[in-house]
Nanobody, 116 residues
Framework: QVQLVESGGGLVQAGGSLRLSCLASGSILSINPVGWYRQAPGKQRELVASITGGGVPDYADAVKNRFTISRDNAKNTIYLRMNSLKPEDTAVYHC??????????WGQGTQVTVSS
């Protein structure tokens, strides 16, 4: 089964940017769509962005026009470019499949902390 390893998180000031990466241990061609999720302390995990195998993205309203998801199938990697970060973006970010459910084992995630 494909394993996922997220990286790229960190501490950034409000208004800053980060790029997250999710490296899969195997081919991601069959993971369609794939997405980035986040979970803040005391809150449920939420899907913030997804992308189909054909490269069509979709975003939650909270991150629209600030985040950009992309995928490199040749490198088995999914990216999330995050601009204009806000304190409310603070969370642990994970990648996983989207439909019918996030069926892959969850990776360790990557922590994003945005200071005001």
């Amino acid at each position: 089964q494909v394993q996922l390893v997220e990286s790229g998180g960190g501490l950034v000031q409000a208004g800053g940017s980060l790029r997250l990466s999710c490296l899969a241990s195997g081919s991601i061609l069959s993971i369609n769509p794939v997405g980035w999720y986040r979970q803040a302390p005391g809150k449920q995990r939420e899907l913030v962005a997804s992308i189909t195998g054909g490269g069509v993205p979709d975003y939650a309203d909270a991150v629209k026009n600030r985040f950009t998801i992309s995928r490199d199938n040749a490198k088995n990697t999914i990216y999330l470019r995050m601009n204009s970060l806000k304190p409310e973006d603070t969370a642990v970010y994970h990648c996983n499949a989207v439909r019918p459910a996030p069926y892959l084992p969850w990776g360790q995630g990557t922590q994003v902390t945005v200071s005001s």
